[in-house]
């Protein structure tokens, strides 16, 4: 079993910076797959970004293209910990950001099986 708890998120101003932090008990999460999915009200749970092991050699990254090039995922092994580092910041970023993780997991939320209870941006203009 993995437990994950996120932090970090809040309200800011559009145009802002928020780093979102998921920390992972239970499990070393060093080759896990670490998704980050975000739902917004009256709309389905979405992918934002992965980190990924690949081929056993280094980690990947994927992005959904509303986010490429403002989010930026990262992990801390050491501190059992996956970032999302977001900026510039829309309202249309607002929602319930969710950690995710499982040994395969992908761009699609049924390969998680690991959930955070999620941390709430606001972003406002």
């Known amino acids: 079993q993995v437990q994950l708890v996120e932090s970090g998120g809040g309200l800011v101003l559009a145009g802002g910076s928020l780093r979102l932090s998921c920390t992972a008990s239970?499990?070393?999460?060093?080759?896990?797959?670490m998704g980050w999915f975000r739902q917004a009200p009256g709309k389905e749970r979405e992918f934002v970004s992965a980190h990924r092991w690949s081929s056993g050699r280094a980690y990947s990254v994927e992005y959904a293209d509303s986010v490429k090039g403002r989010f930026t995922i990262s992990r801390d092994n050491a501190k059992n910990t996956v970032y999302l580092q977001m900026k510039s910041l829309t309202p249309e970023d607002t929602a319930v950001y969710y950690c995710a993780a499982d040994l395969s997991g992908g761009l699609n939320l049924k390969e998680y099986r690991y959930w955070g209870q999620g941390t709430q941006v606001t972003v406002s203009i």
């Open positions: 239970g499990r070393t999460i060093s080759t896990y797959a």
